[in-house]
């Protein structure tokens, strides 16, 4: 069987670490041939390195996607590497500093997390449909949002950034639809990355408290929220445009009665 992706040329960004990581190895596993983009550099060309090893395709570039060009460029290596883009993953993504209330987050903070987690979605959104545009028409989008765009569940400034991608999904979704480009979120809970200083990942506490909040009871792995997100990606998902997919452990779906 050929794997969900084959032949398809993807972007990943926040691909150094975490989902993104997780991402450019699945994805690649199922026939990807993929650019994965991020800030930290050594990072994800690690990450390309290990794809390489595994016998997929992939190449690490340099990205910040709060700039515009680098996002620019990192689709267009996609094209100068594999020849075209098919899938634009738009999942780098930042909190707000550890411990800091919704009064205490000042000007600067704000514009920094609103930069990455809206702006750098947009950026990645207007590349790709560009792109996609130029090959005549087609093409999957997906971000990595939250579950705290769709609940409150978390940092307040953190979450208004998540709802407005899940907002911009849906929006944007309709925008394209006409010209076949599908649009679509994963919505994941708490999972063990390096997000947010790590802390999920260094300590058993956090991780359990955050766990008991998920009804399934256990943290998110981020391997969980890169399947949903190959998912939404691949042709099974080919009539499904608009979704803000909870990857969440049915925190989403509400409290349940104990
Ligand atoms: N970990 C969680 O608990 C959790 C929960 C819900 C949603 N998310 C979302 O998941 C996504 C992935 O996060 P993760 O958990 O894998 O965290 P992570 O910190 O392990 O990975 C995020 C990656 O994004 C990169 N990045 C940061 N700023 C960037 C920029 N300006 N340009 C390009 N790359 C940049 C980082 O270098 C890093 O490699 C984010 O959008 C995050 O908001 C995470």
Do not use: W
């Not at 707000?96 to 990645?124: M, P, R, S, W, Y």
């Amino acid at each position: 069987m050929q794997g969900l992706l084959h032949g398809k040329v993807a972007v990943i960004t926040g691909a150094g670490s975490g989902v993104g990581r997780a991402a450019a190895l699945l994805f690649a596993g199922h026939g990807a041939k993929v650019v994965a983009a991020d800030i930290n550099l050594e990072g994800v060309e690690a990450v390309a390195a290990e794809v390489v090893a595994n016998g997929g395709e992939a190449v690490g570039v340099h990205c910040d996607v709060t700039d515009a060009a680098s996002v620019d460029a990192a689709v267009a290596k996609a094209v100068e590497a594999f020849g075209r883009l098919d899938v634009m993953y738009n999942n780098a993504g930042i909190t707000t500093k550890a411990g800091q209330g919704f009064l205490e987050t000042g000007d600067a903070d704000l514009a920094t997390l609103t930069a990455v987690n809206v702006g750098g979605v947009i950026h990645g959104c207007q590349s790709a449909i560009r792109q996609f545009d130029a090959q005549g028409g087609g093409g999957a989008i997906v971000m990595t949002a939250s579950v705290a765009g769709l609940v409150g569940f978390g940092g307040v400034v953190y979450g208004s950034s998540k709802g407005a991608v899940t907002s911009l999904t849906r929006t944007l979704a309709l925008e394209v639809a006409r010209k076949g480009i599908r649009v679509n979120s994963v919505c994941p809970a708490g999972m063990p990355t390096n997000f947010g200083g790590g802390i999920l990942k260094a300590s058993d506490a956090a991780r359990q408290h955050t766990a008991s909040h998920h009804p399934l009871g256990r943290v998110i792995e981020p391997e969980e929220c890169a399947a949903a997100a190959l998912f939404l990606a691949s042709d099974l998902a080919s009539n499904i445009t608009g979704v803000n997919l909870p990857v969440d452990g049915g925190l989403a779906a509400g409290k349940p009665i104990v």
